[in-house]
């Protein structure tokens, strides 16, 4: 079946720092693949998406692109803040009516 | 306001009892779930839900039931509380049911069995 696979969390960075959050992924068919965001005490968001080989997803100063040939979807972002310390959750989606399957989440704390 | 508002944000109850999760969602989405999220775990899905009167079991959905009588409303039952349903509890819905449309999370029910 499907699966997703994050690096394990806490990840503590200090502010400006460069963050990498590794994502790969196993699929049946051709997945989109998304990244959610979970601030304190708040529902998932969606961060970026990207919907076939070789897209970049991109905002709020966050990267990940679709590596069809490593089955991966890493999230970057080259200079974090204090605001986004958050719980960041991969997830693929197959097409045929599949449901969303989400990685275990990595919680990032970014500090002063 | 428009999206998707789950109730209670908090809930605590003992082993044994019913207890019943809402999920009200205003945009009319078709498709509507119900994730828990526990640590080691991420999110995991117990229901979904492709339209009213319409529901199929998803990862994991012993010892839970779903119903949807209407469009906007897919209610969470669990029909005699266990310890290890402690959990944080998600809502999401969703416009159709394709590979790149995202889904839409509520802000989650803290449920405490005690």
Known sequence: GDSVTQMEGPVTLSEEAFLTINCTYTATGYPSLFWYVQYPGEGLQLLLKATKADDKGSNK??????????????????????????????????GGGNKLTFGTGTQLKVEL | DAGITQSPRYKITETGRQVTLMCHQTWSHSYMFWYRQDLGHGLRLIYYSAAADITDKGEVPDG????????????????????????????????????EVEAFFGQGTRLTVV
Do not use: I, W
């Open chain 2, 64 to 99: 839970y039931v779903v119903s949807r009588s209407k469009t906007e409303n897919f209610p969470l039952t669990l029909e005699s509380a266990t310890r290890s349903q402690t959990s944080v509890y998600f809502c999401a819905s969703s416009a159709f049911m394709v590979r």
């Open chain 1, 61 to 94: 100063g966050f990267e990940a692109t679709y590596r069809k040939e490593t089955t991966s979807f890493h999230l970057e972002k080259g200079s974090v803040q204090v605001s986004d310390s958050a719980v960041y959750f991969c997830a693929l989606r197959t």
